[in-house]
């Protein structure tokens, strides 16, 4: 009796440790997301917040000229351990905030800004390090909170931004 007691307590134990994990590595809705990537053997990571749509449709309702934090809180922050090359600009290893740009009626760019740490609005309008074009598509499925991808493509860097069915994609080399 004492054998199927422990047995069953070490079950209970390990099923609610998996469940802790599984919580642990789920990005939380509204919480704090993280995407990674290792690209040419460098680390890059992003840290961002996940607004839920709600029933809106904020990028579609955006004019051209409207900068956006990108996420919720604090803003988007990317740690990259080698050095970008953003839209033909040269970017030193290190941290950045991002900001996306609506710059016409259907296209966007992504804005690095050597100022980190911010929260809230403003939205910081200039002073971009670098900024990456962005391709606009039509996502498959819909993302009712934002989410952020970073990948390796072919030895290129690939950062997807997924709201609802917009997805913005861009592409950087990594050094």
Same mark, same amino acid.
């Given at each position: 009796?004492?054998?199927?007691?422990?047995?069953?307590?070490?079950?209970?134990?390990?099923?609610?440790?998996?469940?802790?994990?599984?919580?642990?590595?789920?990005?939380?809705?509204?919480?704090? =997301?993280?995407? @990674? !990537? #290792?690209?040419?053997?460098? *680390?890059?990571?992003?840290?961002? $917040?996940?607004?839920? %749509? +709600?029933?809106?449709?904020?990028?579609?309702?955006?004019?051209?000229?409207?900068?956006?934090?990108? =996420?919720?809180? @604090? !803003? #988007?922050?990317?740690?990259? *351990?080698?050095?970008?090359?953003? $839209?033909?600009?040269? %970017? +030193?290893?290190?941290?950045?905030?991002?900001?996306?740009?609506?710059?016409?009626?259907?296209?966007?760019?992504?804005?690095?800004?050597?100022?980190?740490?911010?929260?809230?609005?403003?939205?910081?309008?200039?002073?971009?390090?670098?900024?990456?074009?962005?391709?606009?598509?039509?996502?498959?499925?819909?993302?009712?909170?934002?989410?952020?991808?970073?990948?390796?493509?072919?030895?290129?860097?690939?950062?997807?931004?997924?709201?609802?069915?917009?997805?913005?994609?861009?592409?950087?080399?990594?050094?």
């Amino acid at each position: 009796m004492k054998t199927r007691m422990l047995f069953l307590s070490l079950i209970l134990s390990l099923a609610t440790a998996a469940c802790a994990v599984a919580q642990h590595n789920a990005p939380a809705a509204g919480g704090r =997301g993280k995407a @990674e !990537a #290792t690209v040419k053997g460098k *680390a890059i990571s992003v840290s961002y $917040g996940r607004p839920a %749509l +709600k029933g809106r449709d904020l990028l579609a309702e955006a004019k051209p000229g409207m900068v956006w934090r990108v =996420g919720m809180n @604090e !803003a #988007t922050e990317i740690t990259t *351990a080698g050095d970008l090359n953003v $839209g033909g600009k040269e %970017l +030193k290893a290190g941290k950045y905030s991002l900001w996306v740009r609506k710059t016409g009626d259907d296209t966007w760019t992504l804005a690095f800004h050597p100022k980190t740490g911010v929260w809230g609005a403003p939205a910081l309008k200039e002073g971009y390090a670098a900024e990456l074009p962005l391709k606009l598509t039509k996502a498959d499925t819909t993302a009712e909170e934002l989410m952020i991808h970073v990948a390796d493509k072919e030895g290129k860097g690939e950062i997807q931004i997924h709201w609802g069915t917009a997805l913005l994609t861009g592409w950087f080399d990594v050094k």
